[in-house]
């Protein structure tokens, strides 16, 4: 949806109601592909303030993702609340405002990116994740496997060795 900044700040009123939803193709952040499994639903105001354009906005979907620990994908859901504040015009100089140029403003842009930056880094499927085991990959919160669990500090791997001879 694209919102043109000198239309909503020549009305009356310079508030707008939005509320929609879009649907994403996939997305990559940071080399993991984030695929939506619903439509992204968008709704708030938008506020027109002399030239800044104020945007607040409540985002709700869900992603597949895949989990940190265990590699298997996993439904994330996303409930977000946007609020930026923009301009077009470069004399305003605030760290809370956003250069834009041109007089449109597309807020799908802006809600991809918020969602992207509100991904915690460590994405998990449960808290109670058992991951990968080490040795031979098993995902051990499907199944156990026979390997030895013990961890060796790497620095001391070599005296391992000194006592099996």
Known sequence: MIINLLDLSSKNDKVKNISFEFTHEPFNFEGEIFTPLESIKV?????????????????????????????????????????EKFTNKSTIEDEGITFIEGDNLDITEVVINDIISTLPIKRLCSESCKGLCLNCGTNLNKSTCNCETYEVDYRLEALKNFFTE
């Open 43 to 83: 709704s708030g105001l938008v506020k027109a303030y002399g030239d800044i354009l104020e945007l607040t906005l409540e985002v709700n979907t869900v992603l597949e993702a895949s989990c940190s620990r265990c590699l298997e994908n996993f439904s994330f859901p996303i409930d977000l609340t946007i609020e």
